[in-house]
Nanobody, 124 residues
Framework: QPQPVESGGGLVQAGGSLTLSCTAS????????IGWFRQAPGKQRAFVAA????????EYADFAKGRFMISRDLARNTVSLQLNSLKPEDAAVYYC?????????????????WGQGTQVTVSS
């Protein structure tokens, strides 16, 4: 199983944008659906967005629709999450995770392997 690695987190002002990236060195990374999740202090980890193995199917949490965009670059073994119009409540540790099957992409417990997370901080 690939070990995802996140990058791209940081501090941004409200209304700003960030692009998070998830990648893995293993060649089989593209055989996995990839999901992004986030966890704020004192809150449960929540689904943000996910993309299927071939990149054709994308799913979003309601709060992410219209503001966040997930994309997959199969040639670069990378999945990106573009965060736009950020709000203070979007501040959290963002995790990427991988799973074999392209079903139930929003189901946290269905993911097989997780990255260490990247911190997103939004100042008001």
């Amino acid at each position: 199983q690939p070990q995802p690695v996140e990058s791209g987190g940081g501090l941004v002002q409200a209304g700003g944008s960030l692009t998070l990236s998830c990648t893995a060195s293993e060649l089989t990374f593209n055989n996995y659906a990839i999901g992004w999740f986030r966890q704020a202090p004192g809150k449960q980890r929540a689904f943000v967005a996910a993309v299927s193995r071939n990149g054709f199917i994308a799913e979003y949490a309601d709060f992410a629709k219209g503001r966040f965009m997930i994309s997959r670059d199969l040639a670069r073994n990378t999945v990106s999450l573009q965060l736009n119009s950020l709000k203070p409540e979007d501040a959290a540790v963002y995790y990427c995770a991988a799973k074999v099957l392209d079903i139930q992409l929003d189901l946290i417990i269905s993911y097989d392997t997780w990255g260490q997370g990247t911190q997103v901080t939004v100042s008001s």
